[in-house]
DNA sequence: TCGGCCACCATTGTATACGCTCTTTGTGCA
DNA sequence: TGCACAAAGAGCGTATACAATGGTGGCCGA
């Protein structure tokens, strides 16, 4: 890893520095969409350590503003943050993740009637075009992006129901929703079936919001279950049964 | 420049010390607990400028801690962070205000069921002493005293649901619901009338979520009318009004 | 051979220094 | 008299430097 030869060389120049970054957090809010999507993507796995000195050696700026990011993102519960060993992506546990669905439960499905109400022509297409995107994205294998249309998807909707606070909070819930199919999904079943989007869109479209909530419900449900939720009591005993089948 | 090997030779003597401060965010929390405290308590008013030289004068830290603190303030969107301009207390615009109350009327209320369900005869104690607290300070005419407290119960009231991510957006949202009244409250007429908290938690001790959720509703909507929400235009033009009335 | 101790190293936590932008005030000119 | 421009000042944004801590590996003693 050698000595960051080039990062300094940024400054010299005086503001050279790679695209414009602006004043205030400007270019670090593109360093934090960078890792949040890398980590929603599941490029960055729970448990993945994050060293703030590769981050800032990565992104050409000094280990301040990867603080910067890496607090926010803690904050919104996708990294974790331990006192002197540094962050790692966080690795949901069995509550969060039961507290993580039946949060959207709530929040989402009584939004559907808001949304109902206010979704535009424009809104439709839009959400048409990422549904689109998104089975695309699963026909090609590419769960990974596949998994963050979806989650960009959720939090669409949630804007349009007009709400901008539960809007954020329901961004925070899909973000994390990644996380958990990332440790408790099972591999080939992804979270989203590919049209229960498709027919969200029509119900919103027609103005129903009551069988969109419906839907929204069984979607939500279909995905908890689908998920392999049981704790992981592999503490240390793995090399026992790894070894035992060696020998 | 990066090769610090030796630097380090003072550990020698050893880990001795430091009674203060823990290693983490210790000192830290408890700067960011003050300063969260100043604002729902109305110390500190929507729209006061927070500079980051005087409160590391005040904390005695450094302005690196300072701004740390200011940011998660800034995530929980109880400060505003203008790109040049620095941190002030947030002042909510009528749409968040809006926002805000239908977020907690939809989550509060929803909640209710679980915490009629799992609370314990030591959370009704809790509970009780809470809003007899609050009474004192309403009968004291400590209204700052009686905000706070009335946040931190519909917080409380929260985790006793068991859903710990729905307990910290209702922590959050009890918090701006405090600045809201700094904005929006008339004087004298305080959100939280003194005693629908006791009759909350009889509904809850009763084991009847409906009646809960009900009354929360009730509860939630009354604060809400009792808001004057409409904005002001108030830029600048203060000082005409004031010398206006002297002149 | 195993368990405990000690030194080193890797990595974060905190403070300080510097540069840049915005604001404000003062002066000159139309 | 009013407006525009310039200079100075204040405050924030970022980088770097230093200090402290926990982990890791090796050594010694039992």
Redesign the pocket.
Known sequence: MSDSRQ??KT?SS??GQVSG?G??????DAIYRSISEAIIEHRLKPGA?????ALADVFG?????I??VLQRLALEQLVT?T?????SVTRPSVDEARDVFEARLLVECAMMDAAAKRITEEDIQELQEMAKQEREALRNREQRIAIKLSATFHARLAEISGNRTLAGFVGQLASRSSLILAVYGNAGHLGCESHDHDNLIDFLAAGDGAKASDFMERHLKSIEASLSIFEEPEETPDLWDIFAVDA
């Not at 004043?23 to 670090?28: C, E, F, H, I």
């Not at 006192?83 to 962050?87: D, I, L």
């Open positions: 990062t300094a400054t005086g503001r970054s004043p205030g957090d400007n270019g670090l350590r994050l060293r703030e000195d700026v000094s280990r301040t503003g603080r910067k943050l006192p002197r060993r540094g962050a």
